[in-house]
């Protein structure tokens, strides 16, 4: 019925909402869904997710959460995120050992920086004469006092010459009292800061045409790009990363009503969920094992949970884990719960 009427095309982007779908969305939270037929003057309302079929009655379409719809859409830019950094990692351990052989260029665009001193000399000279951005990107959790009062050197001397800043830590760096402190000493019009769940490698990128990346696990060595292409390449990475970051000034609120986990608590049960160790969990979300094992507690206190085993089964059922990472959602078996309990007894790090 129908299937010979063109589809229905809407003056603007693909990724927007008129003003028909803002109106009919509106009226589906209100009544608890739509009729279908209603569609017709909002295809984007489908096209965005906000809207799925519902199961028990074809003619009526059920409002789909917001936040959930953007998760949704946001997971192909996501896992695209993760598969660039890994070959921009790649990239730079490959060509690394090229860099030291002479080429007759003045300008070479990588420079392998050796030793902790020289990275903080470079790094020190480049945000002094910063005068339009730079930008950070910060894994781990625990910011130590050394580290900061470094950056907030680097900050003070990039904002007086102008300069704006935006860093982006990972969630447990809401709680480090030295990222307070250096919050307090500058100038809140000139920063902004957003924590994610998980972040790249460690990022600086200076009025966009310099980036210091490391080249090595213990980062004691790094790269410093100059290349324009690559840059830019990574600029477009921190811009990714920066839409899905979550403002410092906004609270991380418990994921559900019903089972009041903190969204770092909700990270960590959907790697649980899928057989990472501790260690590997605690690594991922920058906190030490002993701070993960005892999130695992407080899960284990929200849902009642008698065992780690059991603990695998309940957040199989509990809705914690995102629809798209949910093996349930996919059609296939789920990681069997053991998993979750496989590293039980293993003694904690500092």
């Known amino acids: 019925m129908g299937g010979n009427r063109p589809k229905l095309t809407h003056p ?3 990724r927007e909402l008129c003003d028909d779908a803002v109106r009919l969305y509106t009226d589906a939270l ?4 739509i009729d279908r037929g209603e569609l017709t003057a909002a295809p984007c309302l489908t096209d965005m997710a906000l809207l799925h079929p519902d199961p ?8 789909v959460p917001a936040s959930a719809a953007l998760a949704h859409l946001l997971l192909p830019i996501t896992r695209e995120i993760h598969d660039r ?3 921009t990692t790649a990239l730079a351990d490959s060509l690394a050992p090229l860099t030291a052989v002479p080429s007759g260029d003045p300008n070479l665009s990588i420079t392998v920086l050796e030793g902790l001193p020289l990275i903080a000399s470079v790094l020190s000279d480049a945000s002094a004469a910063a005068t339009s ?5 910060q894994p781990g959790g625990n910011r130590t006092k050394t580290s900061m009062e470094q950056g907030l050197r680097n900050s003070l001397a990039a904002i007086e010459r102008g300069a704006r800043l935006r860093h982006i830590y990972q969630h447990p760096a809401r709680y480090s009292p030295h990222l307070k402190d250096y919050m307090t000493r500058v100038p809140a019009d000139r920063l902004e800061v957003r924590t994610v769940e998980q972040t790249v490698e460690r990022l600086i990128i200076i009025d966009r045409e310099m980036a210091l990346i490391p080249a090595d696990p213990e980062r004691t060595t790094a790269l410093e790009i100059r290349h324009p292409a690559l840059v830019t390449y990574l600029i477009q990475v921190y811009d990714v990363l920066w839409a899905q970051g979550t403002p410092l000034t906004e609270h991380l609120t418990p994921t559900s009503p019903r089972t009041p986990v903190t969204q770092v608590q909700q990270s960590i049960a959907r790697l649980l969920a899928e057989g990472t160790s ?20 407080k899960l284990m206190t929200a849902l009642n949970a008698s065992s780690r085993t059991h603990l695998g089964a309940l957040l199989v059922q509990s809705g914690l884990l995102d629809p798209e990472t949910d093996s349930l959602s996919k059609g296939v078996q789920p990681p069997h719960p053991g998993a979750v309990a496989r590293d039980k007894g293993r003694p904690s790090s500092p």
Not at 133 to 137: F, G, P, S, V
Request: charged residues 30%; proline residues 2%.
């Open 85 to 87: 950094v890994r070959l």
């Open 278 to 297: 501790d260690e590997v969990v605690a690594r991922r979300m920058g906190i030490s094992v002993r701070t993960c094992r005892s999130h695992i507690a």
């Open 133 to 137: 951005e730079i930008l950070t990107a």
């Open 30 to 33: 209100r009544n608890g869904g």
């Open 12 to 14: 603007h982007g693909d």
């Open 56 to 63: 028990m009655d074809a003619s009526l379409m059920r409002p």
